[in-house]
Structure formats: structure tokens, C-alpha cells
């Protein structure tokens, strides 16, 4: 199983060259792997938050999250995705539940001088491949 998932995370890389970390949850709230460029093994229970909250029409929800000491606004939240970005300009997270609405993530650092959303579209396709795997 581990092969196929480092395997897709190479392949999103290589095809979004602005996601620039990667980090996989299973659908248990565990870290499955990260790129060895990122750690968000300590900021764990804080992305399961994140992912597991389930939000009321017109609820907005956590509204920040910190990865490796690196604050995030949300700026989005929705069972397809939660959308973070640094004020400060250290860059964006793009985390996708797996499957839509679930419990497993797929967790991405984007690239801090692009916005989150020119990397969404692939992110979100590679989502719904490591649906079939984690």
C-alpha cells in the first residue's frame, strides 16, 4: 500500500510544481507519510480538527490552523476542501478530506508565491485517486 501511495504523491508533485510538501491522513486520523521536506507529525490532532468538523449551514468553523509554527487563516471550508493561506506570505495549505466530507486528508504546502487556488484543481484531482488506496 505504501508504494502506491509514495508513488501518486511523486505524481501529483511532478504534475502541480507549486505543491511543494505533501502529507497523507487515514481515514483513522493517522499520519500514513509526508515528503521529507515537511513535518506536521506534532500539528496532527489539529488537521484531524479541522477535517472532522462537521459545520452547519452558516457556520464558519475553525478559522486558523498552525502547521510547524506557521500560522494559516481559513479561508475556505468545505466538505471538498479547507483552504488555508499566511498572512505573512509563508505560503498556503490545501487540505482535501478523503473521500469528500471524510476523515482521511490529503495535506499540501502550495507554494508561498502563487495563490492556493492556481494548485486546487490537481490537488483535488489527486484526493479522490488516494481515495481508492488509503
Not at 489539529?46 to 449551514?57: D, G, M, S, Y
Not at 464558519?60 to 466538505?79: A, D, F, L
Not at 476542501?81 to 473521500?99: A, E, M, Q, V
Request: aromatic share 4%.
Amino acid at each position: 500500500m505504501s508504494e502506491k501511495i509514495e508513488n501518486l504523491i511523486d505524481e501529483l508533485i511532478s504534475a502541480e510544481e507549486n505543491v511543494y510538501g505533501v502529507a497523507i491522513i487515514s481515514k483513522d486520523g493517522n499520519l500514513l507519510t509526508q515528503t521529507e521536506n515537511w513535518d506536521i507529525s506534532n500539528d496532527i490532532n489539529q488537521v484531524n480538527e479541522l477535517v472532522q468538523t462537521k459545520l452547519e449551514l452558516g457556520e464558519k468553523g475553525i478559522t486558523s490552523i498552525t502547521i510547524q509554527g506557521i500560522k494559516y487563516m481559513i479561508v475556505e471550508n468545505t466538505e471538498e476542501r479547507k483552504i488555508g493561506t499566511n498572512i505573512k506570505g509563508n505560503g498556503h495549505l490545501i487540505i482535501c478530506p478523503i473521500p469528500v466530507g471524510g476523515t482521511g486528508a490529503l495535506v499540501c504546502y502550495i507554494n508561498p508565491q502563487i495563490g492556493p487556488r492556481d494548485a486546487l484543481l490537481e490537488v483535488q484531482q489527486y484526493a479522490q485517486k488516494f481515495d481508492k488506496i488509503i
